[in-house]
């Protein structure tokens, strides 16, 4: 655990950076620092490995003040990962990433070697191991970045917006990666970023700084979101923080309805009768091995031979689909809004339809979770939203 | 000088160990000490002044007004301590290249991204293995740069040195050329040699460059297109 114990820093032109901070960052979690420039998460990051030092106040870790050790042998033992990476550029790949087995004085044999199970760990090509950082990818030289943070086993992982200098489809691959390699590793990561979507994604808590070097919050993303501490922190958060907050909320508990998916082989007669049936104007048509084919619409029905087939007939898309068993309320909530029919398709992991919900019904399940008391630790299972 | 041939090459035959060989040799020596001498002054002069930066102003202005004098004046000026010993030429050839040499060090040692500077230090770096283990090495091409400079600059201003009899082709030029025969041959041969011997020490130092820094080449293709045009112009 790193412990933040009335932690104060004033630079010597006056300006306040971080303003009696009191914090305890759990072992094995990320904990995300967020809030807008000039608030002071940064510099309290860099107190921890002491790249900067507290004007008042102590942080340790695991109850040791890290003022008791040499900043240069205190700094081997925790992991460091900057924006834009920080790649020495007169130095292979591999020799990058065993920096610090080297400062430790590891053979150089054992040093190669870990290095290159961590380019396997972090999705880098064995040849990139005597390459240059200059020939990687922006997105590449960040995995090496990590690559490098992790070399010598720290415990401790400290990254300061590691991400941010990348375009954004890359950015959405590194932190898929991140949260990968950290449910492996179970790292102490103390994570920062100005991005509010970043932190609820990547975080097992969010602490929101305020500008001036306050805490505003320290939450589970769910909670902030659901319950944010002041007008700041929600501002912060911005408008539609109750859509995303449903991405902490799986989706396998909505009620799927399969009556009103049919076959390819069945007849338009069938159909209408099934809308007559349910009261519901549009069916799904699926394919034999049950794969979603499109939506027909009680209009299209009423038009065709009620001798034909439905797999004969031009069908609506079906938009995108949202996995039953992995994704959250968010993914299916957004299924349904592009849905031509109003309803999201639920699949399974091969593709096959599960089921299909109406907007209607989908309403009712957000309500339920509405409330401020739910069940934050439902999170852990829910993959990203597509 | 009219009757005379353009060059005389039973003269240059006669006379290719003593004075042309020894000329040579004794140019070699006059300006490989003061570009050695030259780079282990710069290299503590430029790592203070990018340590500690309300130095370089004072520093480079010193460098600068040193290259202004002209050297027949220095040579004559170090002449009462150094008497005709090589000294007299090695010194101010000496402090002629810290102009060229002190910013060169100064901006090789910027180079290194501060990205790349914090997270040195943060991965554990000492400022001392810093400096050799990032900042110098990646000031190499900064500084071989500045070599290059003033390696062809000294040997040229070699030459100048026979004025005050300290020997190199110079002398080769000044004695028998001028002096001795007043005809063409050996003050050809002196320059061809002192052009020669800039261009050869050039190459090598090209060749040093690219063993030293074998990141600045760019062995794929897609890291030439990748990469920013180099820092450096080559100086000419």
Redesign the interface.
């Known amino acids: 655990m790193i412990t933040f114990e009335r932690v104060s820093k004033r630079f010597p032109d006056g300006t306040v950076a971080v303003a009696s901070l009191d914090l305890e960052i759990p072992t094995g979690r990320t904990t995300v620092f967020v809030g807008p420039s000039g608030c002071g998460k940064t510099t309290s990051l860099r107190m921890i490995?002491r790249?900067v030092d507290p004007t008042d106040g102590v942080i340790s870790i695991d109850g040791a003040d890290v003022r008791g050790k040499d900043?240069?042998?205190?700094?081997?033992t925790?992991g460091?990962v900057?924006?834009?990476?920080?790649?020495?550029?007169?130095?292979?790949i591999i020799d990058n990433i065993a920096?610090?087995p080297f400062?430790l004085g590891w053979s150089k044999a054992k040093a190669h070697a870990r290095a290159r199970e961590l380019m396997e760990l972090v999705g880098l090509l064995p040849e990139q191991a005597r390459?240059?950082p200059?020939?990687l990818?922006g997105g590449q030289q960040q995995r090496v970045?990590v690559a490098?943070a992790l070399a010598a086993d720290p415990p401790v992982l400290?990254m300061d917006e590691p991400f941010s200098a990348v375009d954004p489809v890359v950015r959405a691959s590194l932190q898929e990666e991140l949260l990968r390699l950290q449910a492996e590793l179970h790292k102490t990561i103390v994570f920062v970023t100005h991005d509010i979507e970043e932190a609820v994604k990547l975080g097992d808590s969010v602490a929101v700084f305020r500008p001036g070097g306050h805490l505003a919050q320290v939450d589970h993303p769910e909670r902030l979101l659901a319950v944010p501490a002041d007008d700041f922190v929600e501002g912060f958060i911005g408008y539609d923080r109750g859509v995303r907050r449903l991405s902490f909320f799986r989706a396998d508990a909505l009620p799927l309805r399969s009556d009103i998916v049919l076959g390819e082989e069945d007849t338009v007669a069938r159909a209408r009768e099934t809308v007559r049936a349910h009261g519901e104007p549009w069916v799904l048509v699926v394919h034999a091995d049950r794969t979603p084919k499109g939506w027909l619409g009680e209009p299209a029905l009423t038009a065709a031979e009620p001798d034909a087939l439905l797999g004969s007939l031009a069908t609506d898309p079906y938009g995108h689909v949202f996995r039953v068993a992995e994704d959250s309320l968010r993914s299916a909530l957004d299924a349904s809004v592009l849905s031509p029919a109003g309803r999201a398709v639920g699949v399974d992991a091969q593709g096959q339809v599960v089921g299909v919900v109406a907007q209607s019904e989908l309403g009712s399940a957000i309500w339920s979770v509405g409330g401020e008391e739910s069940d934050p630790a439902e999170r852990g299972a829910v993959g990203s939203d597509g | 000088m009219g009757d005379q041939p353009l060059i005389d090459v039973d003269w240059i035959l006669t006379n290719l160990g003593d004075p042309i060989g020894t000329s040579l040799l004794e140019h070699i020596k006059l300006s490989f000490l003061p570009i050695l001498f030259g780079l282990l002054l710069a290299l503590p002069l430029g790592v203070l002044s990018a340590r500690w930066k309300p130095l370089y102003p004072p520093v480079l202005a010193g460098v600068n007004i040193l290259y202004a004098i002209p050297s027949i004046a220095l040579f004559f000026l170090v002449l009462p301590y150094t008497s005709f010993s090589m000294w007299t030429a090695v010194i101010p050839l000496t402090l002629y290249t810290l102009a060229i040499l002190v910013p060169n060090v100064v901006d090789g040692l910027g180079q290194v991204?501060d990205?790349?500077?914090?997270?040195?230090?943060?991965?554990?770096?000492?400022p001392m293995?810093r400096l050799l283990q990032?900042d110098l090495?990646?000031a190499v091409p900064f500084v071989i740069a500045g070599l290059r400079i003033a390696s062809v600059a000294t040997i040229s201003m070699v030459s100048v040195a026979s004025l005050v009899g300290l020997g190199g082709l110079g002398q080769l030029i000044l004695t028998e050329g001028f002096r001795n025969y007043k005809f063409l041959t050996p003050i050809l041969v002196g320059i061809v040699l002192s052009v020669a011997l800039a261009f050869l020490v050039d190459g090598l130092l090209v060749l040093l460059q690219r063993w030293l820094?074998?990141?600045t080449r760019d062995d794929?293709r897609?890291?030439a297109r990748?990469?920013a045009p180099a820092p450096e112009g080559d100086p000419a």
């Open positions: 490995n790249m900043p240069a042998e205190l700094r081997r925790i460091y900057i924006q834009q990476a920080g790649l020495f550029p007169h130095r292979t920096t610090v400062l390459r240059y200059h020939q990818s970045g490098r400290l | 991204p990205h790349v500077r914090q997270a040195a230090t943060a991965m554990g770096f000492g293995r990032v090495p990646v820094t074998p990141w794929s897609k890291a990748a990469a």
